[in-house]
């Protein structure tokens, strides 16, 4: 029904940018989508997620002012654009989708929980010298 493609990730030096393009295919009506990241032995991150439909966006404290999540629905596109790269910012990163809305569902509600139904395969960025 789905399916999420990821691209664009490097090996790239501290300090770094990078944009990483996740490309949507498919019958269903994606309404939000979402990036995450995995490194090693640590649990799976929620970085940032958008309405494609309003561009509304919602990021994590930890990636808030460096990374940029942004749409292109002519393309079926979503884009996360990071900046300032750190070694620790070093995972697989993964896109998700969701056909229902995410954000503004309440204070108990959390845009960037792991439930989305949709996954790419992930794109491996490596930030070290």
């Known amino acids: 029904q789905v399916q999420l493609v990821e691209s664009g990730g490097d090996r790239v030096q501290p300090g770094g940018s990078l944009k990483l393009s996740c490309a949507s295919s498919?019958?269903?009506?994606?309404?939000?989508s979402a990036w995450f990241r995995q490194a090693p032995g640590k649990e799976r991150e929620g970085l940032a997620c958008i309405n494609t439909k309003d561009g509304s966006t919602y990021y994590a404290d930890s990636v808030k002012g460096r990374f940029f999540i942004s749409r292109d629905n002519t393309k079926n596109t979503v884009y996360l654009q990071m900046y300032s790269l750190k070694p620790e910012d070093t995972a697989v990163y993964y896109c998700?989708?969701?056909?229902?809305?995410?954000?503004?569902?309440?204070?108990?509600?959390?845009?960037?929980?792991?439930?989305?139904?949709?996954w790419g395969q992930g794109t491996q960025v490596t930030v070290s010298l």
């Open positions: 998700a989708a969701d056909t229902a809305p995410r954000m503004g569902l309440g204070k108990a509600s959390d845009p960037l929980a792991p439930e989305y139904p949709y």
């Open positions: 498919g019958s269903l009506d994606l309404l939000t």
